[in-house]
């Protein structure tokens, strides 16, 4: 049997890796931290199940859901754009519901490049980003996030001849896995770069809500008003913690809109309609629900650290996401994945290796704050002794 060359770079996967390990752990009867995956575990909203449940009855939702049956769930993502970053769109072309954010990512690469054609990827970033590219036979160039650069790409570090080969350029700010976010001038400064090579910007924004000083973070939109090369993806995973209902949207540039809107042609249907109106009712509602959130994982972030602190291993503190992104001891400062497996058949804990988000992730690891406050102490307590063993 004989299997295409664009499945090549997706055979080698660190996470898969790890997955062996915790099955491997569990089976010998070790009970496992999982701090590895950055899914919530904090229930979705009774008031968003109740509209979910509700439409079960109506015989209507039932059919397949074509584009115009979203148009109540892409107007309710016009008025959240407005209120929230007071950027207006047209839910007719601007606006597209998603199977969550990632479809976009992953399909968008397949509207936009042709083969060996370069994608500006963040290193480290977020894996699927860089699986989309590899599935429309593209490569990537991955634009190195340095500590002393507050993890923001360099954008004149790119080389011209790449350059000359690229298509698109993908950011996400606030960052997984760095924790890092990025302010409105930096986004215009990449919408000024994009402008003038004649690159698409995508900004996946799925930690849009999940920052802690009571700030909102800038959309990509904001900073390209006229919505003249960009595109950008939002989930409900994180924010109202239906990671299950696979649920999210696409807002930009009509272009690239209708480009993406015809790759999901072939694809995919959208959401059963149930789902959209559980969606609509997160969207219109008050933030009440989000700084439950919010305050839930603020919470866990500043005792972690504190715990971490304990044991000797100092975090910095993140401004934003789910996550700590840590440096490594001195004798696993270049195998985050031996750290981790070692971790985890010592102790039960596992983390996710930075080496999995890229070359550049490589000297740390990323912490997903999943579990309650005195798990996550726990977690911690086992760590230290793993560290001084």
Same mark, same amino acid.
């Given at each position: 049997?004989? $299997?295409?060359?664009?499945?090549?770079? @997706?055979?080698?996967?660190?996470?898969?890796?790890?997955?062996?390990?915790?099955?491997?752990?569990?089976?010998?009867?070790?009970?496992?931290?999982?701090?590895?995956?950055?899914?919530?575990?904090? #229930? &979705?909203?009774?008031?968003?199940?109740?509209?979910?449940?509700?439409?079960?009855?109506?015989?209507?939702?039932?059919? !397949?859901?074509?584009?115009?049956?979203?148009?109540?769930?892409?107007?309710?993502?016009?008025?959240?754009?407005?209120?929230?970053?007071?950027?207006?769109?047209?839910?007719? &072309?601007?606006?597209?519901?998603?199977?969550?954010? =990632?479809?976009?990512?992953?399909? @968008?690469?397949? *509207?936009?490049? /042709?083969?060996?054609?370069?994608?500006?990827?963040?290193?480290?970033? !977020? #894996?699927?980003?860089?699986?989309?590219?590899?599935?429309?036979?593209?490569?990537?160039?991955?634009?190195?996030?340095?500590?002393?650069? /507050?993890?923001?790409?360099?954008?004149?570090?790119?080389?011209?001849?790449?350059?000359?080969?690229?298509?698109?350029?993908?950011?996400? !700010?606030?960052?997984?896995? %760095? &924790?890092? %976010?990025?302010?409105? +001038?930096?986004?215009?400064?990449?919408?000024?770069?994009?402008?003038?090579?004649?690159?698409?910007?995508?900004?996946?924004?799925?930690?849009?809500?999940?920052?802690?000083?009571?700030? %909102?973070? #800038?959309?990509?939109?904001?900073?390209?008003?006229?919505?003249?090369?960009?595109?950008?993806?939002?989930?409900?995973?994180?924010?109202?913690?239906?990671?299950? $209902?696979?649920?999210?949207?696409?807002?930009? /540039?009509?272009?690239?809109?209708?480009?993406?809107?015809?790759?999901?042609?072939?694809?995919?249907?959208?959401?059963? =309609?149930?789902?959209?109106?559980?969606?609509?009712?997160?969207?219109?509602?008050?933030?009440?629900?989000?700084?439950?959130?919010?305050? &839930?994982? =603020?919470?866990?972030?500043?005792?972690?650290?504190?715990?971490?602190? *304990?044991?000797?291993?100092?975090?910095? /503190?993140?401004?934003?996401?789910?996550?700590?992104?840590?440096?490594? #001891?001195?004798? !696993?400062?270049?195998?985050?994945?031996?750290?981790?497996?070692?971790?985890?058949?010592?102790?039960?804990?596992?983390?996710?290796?930075?080496?999995?988000?890229?070359?550049?992730?490589?000297?740390?690891?990323?912490?997903? @704050?999943?579990?309650? %406050?005195?798990?996550?102490?726990?977690? *911690?307590?086992?760590?230290? +002794?793993?560290?001084?063993?």
């Amino acid at each position: 049997m004989q $299997f295409a060359d664009r499945l090549q770079p @997706l055979q080698s996967n660190v996470f898969a890796d790890m997955d062996i390990a915790k099955s491997r752990v569990k089976a010998n009867g070790m009970q496992v931290i999982d701090l590895s995956l950055g899914s919530s575990d904090l #229930p &979705t909203d009774a008031f968003i199940l109740e509209a979910i449940a509700e439409a079960l009855k109506d015989a209507t939702t039932h059919g !397949y859901s074509l584009f115009g049956s979203t148009l109540d769930f892409r107007e309710a993502v016009v008025a959240w754009m407005l209120q929230k970053f007071g950027v207006k769109v047209d839910p007719e &072309t601007e606006v597209l519901p998603l199977i969550g954010s =990632q479809e976009g990512t992953a399909h @968008l690469p397949l *509207a936009l490049l /042709n083969p060996n054609d370069f994608a500006l990827l963040q290193d480290p970033g !977020y #894996p699927s980003h860089y699986g989309g590219i590899h599935m429309a036979s593209g490569q990537v160039y991955g634009m190195p996030l340095f500590a002393e650069n /507050n993890f923001l790409p360099v954008f004149a570090d790119i080389p011209k001849a790449v350059l000359a080969q690229s298509k698109m350029m993908v950011l996400s !700010y606030p960052h997984n896995p %760095t &924790t890092a %976010t990025a302010s409105l +001038e930096f986004f215009q400064s990449a919408v000024k770069f994009c402008q003038q090579h004649d690159l698409t910007l995508v900004h996946d924004f799925p930690y849009v809500d999940l920052v802690f000083d009571g700030s %909102t973070p #800038p959309s990509i939109l904001q900073a390209d008003r006229d919505l003249s090369v960009s595109i950008e993806f939002f989930t409900m995973s994180k924010s109202f913690n239906m990671g299950g $209902f696979r649920v999210g949207f696409a807002v930009g /540039n009509r272009q690239l809109i209708k480009a993406l809107r015809q790759v999901k042609a072939v694809v995919d249907f959208n959401q059963y =309609q149930g789902i959209m109106r559980g969606a609509i009712k997160a969207l219109a509602g008050d933030r009440a629900p989000i700084d439950r959130v919010v305050a &839930t994982f =603020q919470e866990r972030r500043d005792v972690m650290i504190e715990s971490l602190k *304990a044991i000797g291993w100092q975090i910095p /503190n993140p401004a934003a996401t789910m996550y700590l992104w840590g440096k490594l #001891p001195d004798r !696993y400062a270049h195998n985050s994945v031996k750290f981790c497996l070692d971790l985890i058949d010592s102790t039960g804990v596992a983390l996710a290796p930075g080496a999995g988000f890229g070359k550049h992730g490589e000297g740390y690891v990323r912490f997903a @704050l999943v579990y309650p %406050t005195n798990i996550l102490q726990e977690a *911690a307590k086992k760590i230290g +002794e793993f560290l001084h063993q």
